[in-house]
């Protein structure tokens, strides 16, 4: 990719008000990028991650950062009829012509499309219409896995933006989007579910609380079960390491693209990915990824099974 090209449009981009970071062919950030969701980097500091090899794109950081940007983004690859955003685009054009003149439109790699607009207040990600997942497909520990078909990116999220290689603006302008109305965001989220069903509730997940006897199963698997062999064993795998992180990438997905990572000191799994069984951006513990992958979330069993494997002694025997 040029560099002199992304620089010109990151800076586009730093003028406009957005955060932006730079990522690598995989989609990732090629620097630590946290920052960034509450501040914008200085173009020299652009430059010089553009020198870098791994530079490849740039993305633009959403929410009150970036002027308060939400992208729709359509995935039209987990459509089965592969015609996703032709029926999205005709049901919204048939709600409201007036609006769906006046939007951006980017296609993106693979057949998708991003729709990015303004609005006065920031949230959080959400997936809103979703498709189950062809039995070639599904592992077998995952018999209810699903494919997002629309979903928004939000506070503290990113987006993949022009000029970076397969990301193409074809309807209105772009750095400069439109401002909306939340009327008009609920527009667009209320036609994006009318594909599908929201593919996970949108609130606050607590662990069931712990059973925390002396000798518990769970205790007991924390200390010395082995939860990244827990996690290859249903079809995860390790794309790399750093220091005490370990970063691993969900079955069914390409080996370099992460989807979250597990920190060997801490003993905490936190993944980024929505397909998974596991909350994104919640700290898991080796009892709590066994029961996930083994117990489909039931504590319960995951105990007793944990129990049969040899690991704590029951209540009854710790007393």
Known sequence: ???????????????????????????????KWSKYQTRRMSKSTLKRLLNRPSAYGIAIVCGLVSNGIEVLDIDQKNDPQSTLFTRYWGKLCLESPVD??????ITTPNNGYHIPYLLSYDYESVILAQTSALPSETPLHLPDEK?????????????????????????????????IEISERTLLHNTAKSFGAPLIDQQ?????????????????????????????????????????RIYVSRPGTPNHITSGNYHTTLK?????????????????????????LECQGDFSI????????GYGVPYYNAQ
């Open 1 to 31: 990719m040029n560099g002199n090209l992304l620089f010109n449009a990151g800076c586009a981009y730093l003028d406009r008000g957005y955060s932006i970071v730079v990522v690598n062919s995989g989609k990732e950030p090629i620097h």
């Open 100 to 105: 769906a003149r006046t939007l951006t439109l």
């Open 147 to 179: 494919r997002v078909l629309i979903e928004t990116r939000g506070r503290n999220a990113y987006f993949i933006a022009p000029p970076t290689p397969g990301y193409r603006l074809i309807q209105g302008s772009f750095p400069d989007v439109p401002k």
């Open 204 to 244: 606050p997940f607590n662990l069931q609380p712990r059973n925390t006897y002396v000798g518990s199963p769970f205790d007991d698997f924390d200390n010395s079960g082995d939860a990244i062999e827990l996690l290859l064993s249903h079809g995860w795998s390790i794309v790399r390491q750093t220091g005490p």
């Open 268 to 292: 905490l799994l936190t993944v980024f990915s929505p397909h998974t069984p596991f909350k994104p951006r919640k700290a898991y513990r080796p009892y709590a990824i066994f029961c996930f």
């Open 302 to 309: 995951a105990a007793k099974k944990l129990l049969k494997l």
